[in-house]
């Protein structure tokens, strides 16, 4: 009886000993089963977000492609207007040379003008002298003044002459006069129809113009839109990295929780064992003890009852801080919160709006070589250098079944201390205080953000409701 009872003790010590390492082991599967669906969230992200980055890549080629049909308008109305430009020059030299035809033509009704006036004077005359003598010529008188019959031959020859000059002069007069009609006309008509022309090519061109500036304007519009679409593709690839940086983040994680559940598991089996060992030995001492005591007593004597006090419970497991690296002159004292402060100096900058923005992060100032450490336990998951942030390392920290990421930015050149996927300990100098990137002056620009980092900053909260 005696002997069931100390087995049973030692049982019993076993199976609470066991408990405690599963209440452990639970605890670390639940950490990995976070650590596990942060990283499926962070899977998820990277798919829309590529899912993202392939519409921008077909909005582009569309603007691109409408863009490029745009421009071969614009070339082809650029054309037209050159060809348009050259009709329109080549009317204005007729319309040129037609004027200068009329001034020629002005010229020579002038001329005809005073011709016709000295004819119209030349029959005012012959009118008179046929006036004068009755209306037509005498022949008789003619005749009886002649000396001879030869005599009379002459005269009647110069009188037949004169009536038929006088008879082509009133033609010719006649014949100009029409001549001078129908040029005038003519002329007149061809000016017209050269400044119609002209002016149709004008508003032809005008037209052109117009629609050349309305292509114009389109194109510039696609343009805009198109650096816009690259400008956002731009941030989505941004952003893929970041996530495909914490994904590697996380799953350096994982595999260091998968290591530590194993050592656990190890040390756990070891620990059983060892127990199991301590308890048989226990057991078989005690049972040695009793056919001692047996031999000893007469048969008849009954052995007293008495209880185990069972195996003894294995030592629990310390747990020993983590020894900051680098350098500790300067580097501020590690607290006891969540997260350190990240540098010593003055907060020269705090988070919330400023005069054409907002400040996501806190500014810590201070002269001289500053270390900056890390403020929690975490995992890098980008060490780089940014146009914006200057030297910068963001690190992913996991704590209370949150995810937290810290940003520090404007770091002294070259003095990066860990990279990508490097895990860093609390307190942990990870670099020194710079004055790169976008910065006035040497600072370190701290962040917090309660999740994952991104373009946005959506998750940034105030750093001092987080560090003293």
């Given at each position: 009886?005696?002997?069931?009872?100390?087995v049973?003790?030692t049982?019993?010590?076993?199976i609470?000993?066991?408990s405690s390492?599963?209440y452990?082991?639970?605890a670390?599967a639940?950490?990995?089963?976070?650590?596990?669906n942060?990283?499926n969230?962070?899977v998820?992200?990277?798919?829309?977000?590529?899912?993202?980055?392939?519409k921008?890549n077909n909005?582009i080629?569309?603007?691109?492609?409408e863009?490029s049909g745009l421009?071969l308008?614009?070339?082809k109305?650029?054309?037209?207007?050159?060809?348009t430009?050259?009709k329109i020059?080549?009317k204005?030299?007729?319309?040129?040379d037609?004027?200068?035809?009329?001034?020629?033509?002005?010229?020579?009704?002038?001329e005809l003008?005073?011709?016709?006036?000295k004819?119209?004077?030349l029959l005012k005359?012959?009118?008179r002298?046929?006036?004068?003598?009755g209306?037509s010529?005498?022949?008789?008188?003619v005749?009886l003044?002649s000396e001879?019959?030869?005599?009379?031959i002459d005269r009647?020859?110069?009188?037949?002459?004169i009536v038929s000059?006088?008879?082509?002069?009133?033609?010719e007069?006649q014949?100009?006069?029409?001549k001078?009609?129908e040029n005038?006309?003519?002329?007149?008509?061809?000016?017209a129809?050269?400044?119609?022309?002209?002016?149709?090519l004008?508003?032809l061109?005008?037209g052109l113009?117009s629609?050349k500036?309305?292509?114009?304007?389109?194109?510039?519009?696609l343009e805009?839109?198109k650096?816009?679409?690259?400008?956002e593709?731009?941030?989505?690839?941004?952003?893929?990295?970041?996530l495909?940086a914490?994904?590697?983040?996380?799953?350096?994680a994982?595999?260091?929780e998968?290591?530590?559940?194993?050592?656990e598991?190890?040390e756990?089996?070891?620990?059983e064992?060892a127990?199991?060992?301590?308890?048989?030995?226990q057991a078989?001492q005690a049972q040695?003890?009793?056919q001692?005591?047996q031999s000893k007593?007469?048969p008849?004597?009954?052995?007293s009852?008495g209880?185990?006090?069972g195996?003894?419970a294995?030592?629990?497991?310390?747990?020993?801080?983590?020894?900051?690296?680098?350098?500790?002159?300067?580097?501020?004292?590690?607290?006891?919160g969540m997260?350190?402060r990240?540098?010593?100096g003055?907060?020269?900058?705090?988070y919330?709006?400023?005069?054409?923005g907002?400040?996501?992060?806190?500014?810590i100032a201070?002269g001289?070589t500053?270390?900056?450490?890390?403020?929690?336990d975490?995992v890098?998951?980008?060490?780089?250098?940014?146009?914006?942030?200057?030297?910068?390392?963001y690190i992913?920290?996991?704590?209370?079944?949150?995810?937290y990421?810290?940003?520090?930015a404007?770091?002294?050149e070259?003095s990066?201390?860990?990279?990508s996927?490097q895990?860093?300990?609390?307190?942990q100098?990870?670099?020194?205080m710079?004055?790169t990137?976008q910065s006035?002056?040497?600072?370190?620009?701290?962040e917090?953000?309660?999740?994952?980092?991104?373009g946005?900053?959506?998750?940034a909260?105030?750093?001092?409701?987080?560090?003293n």
């Amino acid at each position: 009886m005696k002997q069931r009872s100390i087995v049973t003790y030692t049982l019993a010590g076993i199976i609470g000993f066991g408990s405690s390492f599963a209440y452990i082991g639970d605890a670390s599967a639940s950490k990995l089963s976070d650590l596990q669906n942060e990283q499926n969230e962070i899977v998820n992200k990277r798919s829309n977000v590529n899912e993202s980055i392939e519409k921008k890549n077909n909005q582009i080629n569309k603007l691109e492609s409408e863009k490029s049909g745009l421009e071969l308008q614009v070339e082809k109305l650029e054309r037209d207007i050159t060809a348009t430009s050259d009709k329109i020059g080549q009317k204005e030299k007729q319309i040129a040379d037609t004027k200068a035809e009329i001034e020629k033509l002005k010229a020579e009704i002038e001329e005809l003008k005073l011709k016709i006036e000295k004819r119209d004077e030349l029959l005012k005359e012959r009118a008179r002298n046929i006036q004068q003598n009755g209306g037509s010529v005498n022949y008789i008188d003619v005749f009886l003044g002649s000396e001879s019959f030869g005599d009379f031959i002459d005269r009647f020859s110069a009188v037949s002459t004169i009536v038929s000059a006088d008879r082509e002069i009133m033609e010719e007069q006649q014949r100009d006069k029409d001549k001078l009609e129908e040029n005038k006309i003519k002329v007149e008509q061809k000016l017209a129809d050269l400044n119609n022309m002209l002016k149709e090519l004008e508003e032809l061109k005008a037209g052109l113009d117009s629609q050349k500036a309305q292509k114009a304007e389109a194109v510039k519009q696609l343009e805009a839109e198109k650096q816009h679409a690259e400008t956002e593709k731009l941030s989505l690839e941004e952003e893929e990295r970041i996530l495909s940086a914490q994904n590697a983040a996380i799953q350096e994680a994982i595999k260091a929780e998968n290591a530590r559940i194993e050592q656990e598991r190890k040390e756990r089996e070891a620990a059983e064992a060892a127990a199991a060992a301590a308890a048989a030995k226990q057991a078989e001492q005690a049972q040695q003890s009793k056919q001692s005591q047996q031999s000893k007593q007469a048969p008849q004597s009954r052995p007293s009852a008495g209880g185990s006090k069972g195996a003894p419970a294995a030592p629990k497991k310390q747990y020993s801080p983590p020894s900051n690296s680098g350098p500790s002159v300067g580097a501020p004292p590690v607290s006891s919160g969540m997260f350190t402060r990240p540098a010593a100096g003055r907060f020269s900058s705090g988070y919330g709006p400023r005069s054409g923005g907002f400040h996501y992060g806190l500014d810590i100032a201070a002269g001289g070589t500053v270390p900056i450490v890390a403020a929690a336990d975490g995992v890098v998951f980008r060490s780089e250098f940014s146009s914006s942030y200057g030297e910068v390392i963001y690190i992913t920290h996991r704590m209370n079944g949150q995810t937290y990421t810290t940003v520090y930015a404007h770091m002294r050149e070259d003095s990066r201390k860990v990279g990508s996927g490097q895990s860093v300990k609390k307190g942990q100098v990870i670099g020194y205080m710079g004055n790169t990137g976008q910065s006035f002056g040497q600072h370190l620009h701290f962040e917090i953000h309660v999740g994952s980092w991104n373009g946005a900053k959506s998750n940034a909260v105030n750093p001092r409701q987080y560090i003293n």
